[in-house]
């Protein structure tokens, strides 16, 4: 049974929850389902890996996710934020996307998305700081060639090509497509997985190979990596897809929060993440719009072929501004 019918069930006879106390009841309905039932094992696609390296060529196939922005960051009630779990943040998000989406632009695909990005990096050794303010162009479909800032420096990008594989997908068409209940589009994070998936170990030729069946882990891991990737790589949503995603990522186990972050615009915030993974959601801490991303990376060289990290730092993206415009140079 869907488990909004058995909160409004329970809810009948009594007086009518609090937007807060709604939230926590489905939180923990949630977690009873994931700790009794069965999750769905990981299926034939490789999980794709996100790293701080790759960013730039990622964005180039690239649309812009769109969602309010937060201008202020106020404080937070704090007795209420030390008691507030990740998934109620995401569920306060998801609510909070939904009712952004009346105004949501519908991009034609000739068209372009405009973003204006803050970034700050921190460096671990000695707390060295350094900003920038990005600005980009993308093509809609990627049939025109796009320009992009990353890190200060402007990038000229060519059409893609009609061979090219871009997953999630950045097409509107094809993003109006998916899912927006949230179980259907957790199972399509996960690479909709059948139970007979399995991993191949070992070295091919060595007679050690072997199979193995995939671990939960992987397949929450990749989940929350794809659920990354609509911001990474960011895209226009389709109403609901937005909400969509925050509430399928609260449906993850394991995700983590961090009740005290400033963005690179100064908004105070609260971070959800997944174990071992360098990237998060950052959520104004007042009204939970989505503010941007925060992750870990390096600097590294390449010595006698062997990559070499170093100048190890954190990082936040602020999302300061967005819009569909017809030309690249255009602001909306």
Do not use: C
Not at 16 to 35: G, H, M, N
Not at 59 to 69: E, Q
Not at 81 to 104: I, N, P, Q, W
């Amino acid at each position: 049974m869907d488990d909004l019918i058995v909160v409004r069930e329970f809810e009948a006879d009594v007086a009518p929850l609090t937007d807060d106390a709604r939230s926590a009841a489905r939180v923990r309905l949630r977690r009873a389902i994931l700790r009794d039932g069965h999750p769905r094992p990981l299926s034939r696609r490789l999980m794709l890996r996100v790293a701080v390296v790759g960013t730039a060529t990622a964005v180039a196939a690239g649309g812009v996710a769109v969602a309010g922005l937060s201008q202020g960051g106020g404080g937070a009630d704090g007795t209420r934020m030390a008691t507030m779990s990740a998934a109620e943040v995401l569920h306060k998000a998801a609510a909070r996307s939904r009712a952004d989406d009346a105004g949501t632009p519908v991009p034609r695909d000739d068209q372009y998305v405009y973003t204006k990005t803050r970034v700050t990096r921190t460096y671990d050794k000695g707390g060295k700081r350094k900003t920038w303010t990005d600005e980009s162009w993308i093509s809609v479909d990627g049939s025109k060639p796009s320009s992009r800032q990353e890190y200060g420096k402007v990038h000229r990008d060519p059409p893609l090509g009609k061979q090219e594989v871009r997953w999630p997908p950045t097409e509107y068409d094809e993003l109006a497509k998916w899912p927006t209940d949230p179980d259907q589009l957790l199972d399509k994070l996960r690479g909709d997985r059948g139970p007979d998936d399995k991993v191949v170990e070992g070295k091919a030729g060595s007679g050690e190979v072997r199979e193995r069946p995939v671990r939960q882990a992987d397949i929450d891991r990749e989940a929350f990596v794809n659920a990354v990737q609509f911001y990474v790589v960011p895209r226009i949503m389709p109403p609901g897809l937005e909400a969509g995603t925050f509430e399928a990522v609260a449906r993850i186990p394991g995700i983590r929060i961090d009740r005290e972050v400033v963005d690179g615009l100064g908004r105070r915030g609260v971070a959800v993440s997944y174990p071992g993974f360098d990237f998060a959601f950052i959520f104004d801490a007042t009204d939970y719009t989505y503010l941007g991303l925060r992750l870990k990376g390096s600097t590294a060289d390449l010595v006698d072929g062997k990559v070499r990290h170093r100048d190890r730092y954190h990082e936040t993206r602020a999302r300061q501004e967005l819009g569909v415009v017809d030309r690249i140079g255009q602001r909306p």
